[in-house]
């Protein structure tokens, strides 16, 4: 099995280097690939100085298109798994191989790295999991399954999505939708504990506003999911 780390990048210069690192000490099987998403300090001058395997994309595509890119690179390089792996620094790479040994042992298409279940380390804002909570329980409502942190962005997924992620992935907030879209097509999701850290340095891109308006899109945009079974 190939596996490939992907990891989107905005504006992370004060960060990559100590997540790239953290990769290459805790997680040596798994490649990598930092996309860099249009940043607008050092970033990926940083990235060609270090000799980092770097996307460079012209211009920003957010979230969505970013790692829509990696999945891409991923199935056209011949990896059989990719993981999504924040460029801040909240994610940790110890965590990479209990993932790959939870998908083989389970035959599962999807592992979610979750925040919730032990409930250690850094838990998010109030209102983030507050929306987090309210998004798991409408998938729960339409889907009948539970995955408490559906918002979770450290999450690994097999061939079979990886090849259905290089061809249609969500734009502006794909966690979420991506989770609902598995349910529906009857893909196999787990989730394992993990603990994540707070961001390092810098802001994250996400407001208490844009949690707000975050909320409702993804909250109507699952539900219009739900009601295209039939495709």
Sequence with gaps: ?????????????????????????????FDYVIINDGSTDDTIDLCRRESFNTIDLPVNLGIGGSVQTGYIYALENGYDVAVQFDGDGQHEAKYLEKMYDEMIRTGSDMVIGSRYLSKNGFQSTTLRRFGTGFLSLLIKILHKQQIRDVTSGLRMVNKKLLTAFS????????????????MRKKFKITEVPVTMRPRGKGCSSIGSIQSVYYMFKVSFSIIIDYFNRLD
Aim: charge should be negative; hydrophobic fraction near 35%.
């Design 1 to 29: 099995m190939r596996k490939i780390v992907i990891i989107p990048a905005y504006n992370e210069q004060n960060n990559i280097i100590e997540v790239v690192d953290d990769i290459k000490k805790n997680a040596p099987s």
């Design 167 to 182: 061809e249609n992935y969500p734009y502006d907030y794909p966690e979420p939708e991506t989770v609902a879209f598995c």
